[in-house]
């Protein structure tokens, strides 16, 4: 498997030529997997490790990065935005070192946008250092708001895999294309904002262009510890952010985006977000379940001594893990219909919500619900139709993720899926036992 371009300008890499053809079954979450697997079987990266559900902080990051200098639109800036991780810690620290504004998103988008980089006055190499690490930058940076005026004009991005068309795959959360929607509501860059990223030379391969959504962004220029890829990409990059594919966890979890989306509603433009299942499998929710919870939350309120049982049973839509409980059992919620939702179990433990709805929609599986018990090791999916559970089944049998094949059965009774428990720890245990004795 060669690491680098062909000698005829044919991509090569983590996955080989023709892989992106329909018929071969190539999705984003196939070549994700193909690209971290390559990565830790040839110890090609860092800590952290292992590199799955990750920006992999690969080998000869600074050496990628170090030729960004020399790029035109790199010496014209005057902001430069620069993601947080590791592999682009060099990145941020020439982006200081050459006088310019260095501006860095807020990680998962929770509190805020991003942040200007402040380096006390004087600061010396050794310092700008420390203030492109990732406790650097919470330390010397201040908040960027709404109202602030800001014209970025170059954005660097990490990535787990890009063509030399300029198409681009991330970890799989969305939060890299969502930055760069909202950037361009704020007004803060445009369709002609140059896009950067610098990845490892296996990262560069090929990528189907049917693969490429609408919200998906492009770049413009890849740097690799090896080569300088300019793409001259054709492909527009999306143009603010596209409310039909926004769901109610997201405007819960990110302030700055109900900001956004109350500014478009007051500038006359449709924001009517997902609030069920679409075209794209993205989970919503709909009126009923948001009501159903509101209706749980007053019960709780009104008996508190309750609310132990009401979290076991209510239907879990966040992203977030459940917390430990001792009289959790794992079971369907009452309301849950047994016949049509499947149970899926030995799921990775660093495994987030996010990457398995991605893996389901990249698998063509779209459950009416995903209910997530993922800090146990499980989920349950819900569909509406018996037809999709039948398909979603025959896909599942053959899943894994992170190396590990996931276990699927049909959720058909509370004693059965007390069944399911004993026989998902007994292998969790084993399989921990077997990892020891390799070690």
């Known amino acids: 498997m060669s690491d680098t371009g062909g000698a005829d300008g044919s991509e090569t890499g983590a996955v080989g030529d023709g892989a992106g053809s329909a018929a071969t079954g190539v999705t984003k979450w196939t070549i994700r997997h193909q690209v971290w697997d390559h990565i ?25 990065a170090d030729k960004i200098p020399t790029l035109k639109p790199f010496q014209q800036a005057r902001f430069v935005k620069v993601n947080p991780d590791k592999p682009q810690e060099q990145v941020r620290f020439l982006t200081m070192e050459a006088g310019k504004t260095l501006l860095v998103p807020t990680p998962r988008l929770r509190n805020g946008l991003f942040n200007r980089i402040t380096p006390p006055a004087g600061a010396n190499k050794q310092t700008l250092r420390t203030c492109a690490t990732r406790q650097g930058v919470d330390k010397h940076s201040i908040p960027v708001g709404l109202d602030d005026t800001v014209k970025i004009d170059l954005v660097v991005c990490g990535s787990v895999a890009v063509s030399r068309k300029g198409y681009r795959i991330g970890k799989g959360e969305g939060f890299g294309d969502l930055e760069w929607a909202m950037l361009v509501t704020m007004g803060a860059v445009t369709m002609d904002t140059i896009i950067v990223t610098t990845v490892h030379d296996c990262q560069v391969i090929d990528i189907p262009e049917e693969l490429v959504e609408s919200h998906d962004i492009t770049v413009d220029w890849i740097l690799t510890p090896t080569e300088v890829i300019q793409t001259n990409c054709q492909r527009p990059k999306p143009q603010g952010i ?30 009517e977000i997902n609030t069920g299942t679409t075209a794209t499998g993205k989970q919503g929710e709909s009126g009923k379940e948001i009501g159903r919870r509101r209706e749980t939350k007053d019960k709780r309120k009104q008996n508190p001594q309750s609310e132990k049982k009401q979290k076991a049973e209510a239907a879990d839509m966040s992203d977030s893990q459940d917390k430990p409980s001792s009289d959790f059992k794992r079971k369907p919620p009452r309301e849950t219909d047994p016949a049509l939702t499947l149970w899926v179990g030995r799921l990775p433990g660093s ?60 959720a058909k009774g509370r004693a059965e899926m007390e069944a399911k428990r004993s026989m998902g720890n007994a292998d969790s245990k084993s399989e921990g036992q077997d990892e020891k004795s390799q070690e």
Do not use: Y
């Open 40 to 64: 830790e079987a040839n110890d090609l990266a860092n800590f952290p490790r292992p590199v799955h559900h990750r920006i992999p902080n690969f080998k000869q990051a600074a050496t990628a």
């Open 242 to 271: 596209i409310w039909a594919k926004v769901e109610p966890e997201m405007l819960q979890q990110m302030p700055i985006l109900r900001k956004l989306r109350q500014k478009e509603r007051a500038a006359g433009k449709d924001v």
């Open 351 to 410: 495994l987030r919500v996010s990457n398995f709805k991605t893996c389901l929609r990249d698998n063509n599986i779209n459950p009416l619900r995903v209910i997530w018990k993922g800090n146990r090791g499980f989920a349950f999916l819900e569909f509406k139709e018996a037809e999709a559970v039948e398909e979603a089944a025959k896909t599942l049998q053959d899943l894994e993720i992170s190396g590990r094949k996931v276990i699927v059965q049909r």
